[in-house]
């Protein structure tokens, strides 16, 4: 998709893939093109659990995008090296998101 990019987390046991997109205004009918493009171009195990628009993707400085820092984010594990992002300020959006971590969803 033209102007786009995304950032997609990698499957663990008992993890849901998700899939990140910067660039891009989602509604349903996208998202779900989405999910059905994956499942017949990759396979029904790679459709993501959920599709989010995000300002940005954290990126080191010589611009590649850091999976691990939202996967810790996410966790709400700290990031080990801050310092390598060319902007950190991207984490914050990935933050206290009950969509993206089931344990911080109210009871």
Do not use: W
């Amino acid at each position: 998709m033209p102007g786009s990019r995304t950032g997609l987390g990698r499957r663990q046991p008992n993890r849901a893939l998700r899939c990140y997109l910067r660039g891009l205004d989602l509604d349903g009918n996208l998202v779900e093109r989405i999910r059905s493009a994956v499942r017949t171009q990759a396979s029904p195990r790679h459709v993501p659990a959920v599709v989010l628009r995000v300002e940005d993707l954290p990126r080191t400085r010589s611009g590649k995008v850091v999976e691990l820092a939202v996967r810790d984010v996410v966790a709400g594990r700290p990031v080990t090296d801050m310092g390598a992002l060319a902007n950190p300020e991207s984490l914050d959006y990935f933050r206290d998101r009950p969509e993206l971590n089931p344990q911080l969803s109210p009871s």
